[in-house]
């Protein structure tokens, strides 16, 4: 991991892309606090099949039946 400040990061743009697209991670600061970290782009999941988790899964009955009122409680605080 390298760390850049903002000048740096806009001087230099196209090498830290370089550098990030062959797996680095680079954090640029501002004042020498992190502001934002460059990292290589995952490739976009494969589609979705719905119905993959059938038979997986179990819901209680319960599952949206009131809480009871000592919970409730201590969401209210």
Same mark, same amino acid.
């Given at each position: 991991?390298?760390r850049?400040?903002v000048?740096?990061?806009?001087?230099?743009l196209s090498?830290?892309?370089e550098?990030? =697209? #062959?797996?680095?991670e &680079?954090?640029?600061?501002? =004042?020498?606090? @992190?502001?934002?970290?460059?990292? @290589?782009?995952?490739?976009? @999941?494969?589609?979705?099949t719905?119905?993959? =988790? #059938?038979?997986? &899964?179990?819901?209680?009955?319960?599952?949206? =039946? @009131?809480?009871?009122d000592?919970?409730?409680?201590?969401?209210?605080?």
């Amino acid at each position: 991991m390298i760390r850049v400040n903002v000048h740096q990061a806009k001087t230099h743009l196209s090498k830290l892309l370089e550098r990030v =697209a #062959a797996g680095e991670e &680079v954090v640029i600061a501002r =004042a020498g606090r @992190p502001v934002a970290r460059l990292v @290589p782009a995952r490739e976009r @999941p494969q589609e979705r099949t719905p119905g993959t =988790a #059938a038979g997986k &899964v179990w819901i209680s009955p319960e599952f949206d =039946a @009131p809480l009871p009122d000592e919970i409730l409680e201590e969401f209210e605080r």
